[in-house]
């Protein structure tokens, strides 16, 4: 089992920046490296949505996927040393705005929350217009 600690949450203008981490820990956090690890969101009244996955290839390279609603605004990476998983957000609107959660899986990973038995707290971002 992982436990997965998500921090960097806030309010935030429009048009500013956050990043958010998601940290590993527990007696499988040395095969964190090789998980998949996704970001998600879930605003008030909707569903949890996929927002950006990494993935482990080979040695030291990642897959990295994003929706299309953060492409070119949201950045995904690791650093292993840390056992940590961040998520660069530029450019955020309000329709950001939403609670953000880590999930951990070994695996290709999915889209789909259901996929991940690993998640962590979540943190809330919000976004003023």
């Known amino acids: 089992q992982v436990q997965l600690v998500e921090s960097g949450g806030g309010l935030v203008q429009a048009g500013g920046s956050l990043r958010l981490s998601c940290a590993a820990s527990g007696r499988t956090s040395s095969t964190y490296t090789t998980y998949t690890i996704t970001w998600f969101r879930q605003a008030p009244g909707k569903e949890r949505e996929f927002v950006a996955t990494t993935r482990w290839s080979s040695g030291n390279v990642y897959y990295a996927d994003y929706a299309e609603s953060v492409k070119d605004r949201f950045t995904i990476s690791r650093d292993k040393a840390k056992n940590t998983v961040y998520l660069q957000m530029n450019s955020l609107k309000p329709e950001d705005t939403a609670v953000y959660y880590c999930?951990?899986?070994?695996?290709?990973?999915?889209?789909?929350?259901?996929?991940?038995?690993?998640w962590g707290q979540g943190t809330q971002v919000t976004v003023s217009s």
């Open positions: 999930a951990a899986g070994s695996g290709l990973g999915s889209r789909t929350p259901s996929w991940y038995a690993n």
